[in-house]
């Protein structure tokens, strides 16, 4: 019992309690809101919750939306209702601006409860794979947090809007017609029974004039890995921007990040305000600049992420020099295995700009036979022209 | 009803529930919430829809998404055929246009599929709607109106408002992310792969004449095998066809004969790769070690 926080005397109650507890969730990346609090209240009232096992599960069935939610929904709880006897001295926060979304505000940033594992700032996670040669662990990862640069640095709103505009333009171009949902036309090949059999009252029951139907165009979804390793430092800030547009021209966009492992990036960069979503995306790609691994990258997410997120309708978008440090059957075989889910592989590589340019570098030659399209790519003006290859895949 | 009474009656009819999803159920009953469900293939998110409705007597309506799903197949359509044929018959029997369109467009010619359905029926029913992720998003936020109206609209006939709140269970495999208005609105719970004494009372609770030995071999092998790095990894049910498999063939001991254990693990291996992965002296090895 003696785990159970303690609460400060003049605070307020239960309701206040919970509704301090739904702040302390938002402030770590859960989207609730006072809905949540109430359907809380409700649900612990409902369960007649006692024992704090209890309360955990209603809290959490309620509180959590996703996988990753629930996986960190226990730490959370633990630290607001048994923090181990400490004096909570205030419940209920004091009142924010009303719509913060939309203010950008630096406290995501340097938050170390951050949605994203938190491990930029967090001394040693573990894993002790630090990658500079520092003595003593500790030293290591401060170094390492030291050479760390803030993307928002790299990266301007303009740049922003400009990339846009050209994902925007790329998503129109990668269309498919393979939707099984019909709907109303003038001309197709299915008829429209309740449309026709509408019009035929007029004629006395004789369908004279046959509505049709037809399949509708359907975008591609586009999944985007972005290689930020130390090679490909000075084309990160055009690559980066234009995933935060693609992102924000299209919900559906999926985007990853890689270097020495791999971060989905697609939760930070739905942030409303680009420039956050940029910060977040920062503390998210810990190591930017280090080596690369992109064989074992693309093989964790061609195991992972791409079971759930790749199919038939998607177009994957590597962008990388192809400078892998790993093995190059590695590479080829995560691209075959993710190429069997039946997406289209596109391989937008900067240094195939130059000229004289040929795909020596291992890991490019191994990756070559499995793709769809090899392109070059290291300015903004680069990725609009793909516009009409893209369009024709 | 407490959650444990719930757990236990779930129990009953031979599903065993764990303490989060049962919490998260008796949530879903009290707040009249849908209740979404996360979870690897085969951790038995349709079965509990399945077994809410047998324990609490009432009907079950099963909406399976698809790609495509549209309003038509989901909601309601037109009977056209028996129209047609109303139409002329009503032409030749001299009837006013008005009177025949009154007629085919009453309920008599409607077709009523799952989701209204569901929300015409006397007793509350549970309506699962199974894999929401394959359906499109188009389908997800209509899906979302209806949950929160609790009626529904046909232009030729007027609203027609819900007779009784169903109990909704949506499952997902996350085949796709789902949209955050659609979590908001439902209780969540992430089904995890059963741990080995869970998945033990599943197997007596389904099979209950198999034997102690063999149901602990059984598990025992599922367990490690979900641990090898494999494509499609084994799930509950397909645990309760390995051990259905053993004890038709009459085995009582896993160990015993390699031949037969490789030749009934086509139940629990769905693919070329993992079939060729897992060798008749892998299988003997994780045999040898779940003994």
């Known amino acids: 019992m003696s785990r159970a926080t303690r609460f400060a005397g003049r605070d307020p109650g239960p309701a206040a309690r919970v509704a301090g507890f739904i702040a302390h969730l938002r402030d770590n990346g859960l989207r609730l809101g006072a809905g949540e609090a109430a359907l809380s209240l409700c649900a612990l009232a409902a369960l ?144 429209d029974f309740r449309r026709t059999i509408r019009q035929s009252l007029a004629t006395g029951g004789e369908p004279l004039r046959l509505k049709r139907k037809r399949r509708p165009d359907r ?119 993710l190429r069997k889910r039946g997406c289209r592989i596109v391989w937008l590589n900067p240094l195939k700009g130059w000229r004289d340019y040929a795909p020596v570098a291992e890991g490019m030659a191994a990756a070559l036979p499995h793709l769809d399209h090899f392109a070059a790519a290291n300015t903004l003006a680069d990725l609009a022209a793909l516009e009409r290859e893209l369009g024709a895949l | ?44 998110k349709t079965e509990v829809a399945r077994t809410l409705a047998a324990a609490r007597d009432t009907r079950l309506i099963r909406l399976q998404c698809y790609e495509g799903l549209d309003a038509a197949q989901a909601l309601y359509e037109w009977n056209y055929q028996r129209q047609l044929l109303t139409i002329r018959a009503a032409a030749e029997g001299g009837e006013t246009g008005k009177t025949v369109e009154a007629r085919i467009f009453s309920r008599e010619f409607l077709l009523e599929r799952p989701l209204l359905a569901a929300i015409t029926q006397e007793v509350p029913p549970v309506l699962l709607i199974d894999e929401i992720d394959r359906a499109d998003e188009e389908f997800e936020a209509f899906l979302l109106e209806l949950l929160a109206e609790y009626q529904v609209t046909i232009p030729e006939l007027g609203t027609i408002h819900a007779t009784s709140r169903p109990i909704v269970i949506l499952t997902s495999n996350g085949t796709r992310d789902l949209s955050d208005a659609l979590r908001r609105r439902c209780l969540y719970t992430y089904v995890e792969y059963p ?97």
């Not at chain 1, 803030?150 to 990668?174: K, N, Y």
């Not at chain 1, 975008?219 to 690559?239: N, P």
Request: glycine share 8%; charged share 25%.
């Open chain 2, 195 to 291: 741990d080995r004494a869970t998945e033990l009372a599943i197997l007596k609770a389904r099979c209950r004449d198999v034997e102690d030995r063999l149901a602990a071999q059984v598990v025992g092998f599922v367990q490690k095998l979900r641990e090898e790095d494999l494509e499609k990894v084994p799930g509950v049910a397909e645990m309760l066809d390995f051990a259905a498999a053993l004890m038709g063939l009459g085995i009582a001991d896993l160990t015993a004969d390699p031949a037969v254990l490789q030749a009934t693990l086509t139940t629990l291996l769905k693919t070329q790769s993992d079939q060729a992965q897992i060798t008749p002296e892998v299988a003997a090895r994780i045999a040898g070690r779940a003994a």
């Open chain 2, 1 to 44: 009803m407490s959650w444990t009474d719930l757990q236990t009656s779930l129990r009953s009819e031979g599903y065993v529930a764990s303490d989060d999803l049962a919490v998260a159920l008796q949530l879903a009953l009290s707040l009249g919430r849908p209740l979404l469900l996360e979870g690897a293939a085969g951790v038995g």
């Open chain 1, 48 to 191: 007649e919750a006692v024992r704090p096992d209890d309360c955990r599960r209603a809290l959490r069935a309620v509180c959590t939306g996703c996988k990753d939610e629930a996986a960190r929904f226990d730490a959370l709880f633990d630290s607001y209702w048994l923090d181990a006897g400490r004096v909570k001295q205030k419940v209920v926060p004091s009142a924010r601006a009303a719509g913060a979304e939309g203010v950008h505000s630096s406290r995501d940033g340097t938050g170390q409860d951050l949605g994203a594992a938190g491990a930029a700032t967090a001394p040693d996670a573990g894993e002790g794979e630090a990658d500079s040669d520092g003595t003593g662990k500790l030293i290591a990862t401060e170094q390492r947090n030291l050479a760390r640069r803030d993307l928002r640095d790299l990266v301007r709103p303009e740049e922003i809007a400009e990339a846009e505009a050209i994902a925007r333009r790329l998503g129109a171009a990668l269309r498919d017609c393979r939707s099984r949902r019909r709907i109303a036309a003038r001309r197709g090949a299915g008829l």
């Open chain 1, 219 to 337: 975008a591609r979804k586009i999944v985007a890995l972005c290689d930020v390793s130390g090679s490909m430092s000075v084309y990160s800030k055009v690559f980066l921007a234009f995933l935060a547009g693609l992102m924000r021209a299209d919900a559906a966009t999926d985007a990853y990040l890689f270097h020495t492992r791999l971060v989905r990036i697609t939760e930070a960069l739905r942030d409303r305000d680009a420039m956050r979503a940029v910060g977040r995306m920062s503390l998210m790609a810990d190591g930017f600049g280090g080596g690369s691994n992109i064989g074992p990258s693309l093989q964790r997410f061609a195991e992972t992420y791409a079971r759930r997120f790749v199919d038939g309708r998607s177009v994957v978008l590597i962008l990388s020099d192809g400078y892998d440090t790993s093995p190059p059957e590695i590479l080829g075989a995560a691209l075959a295995r």
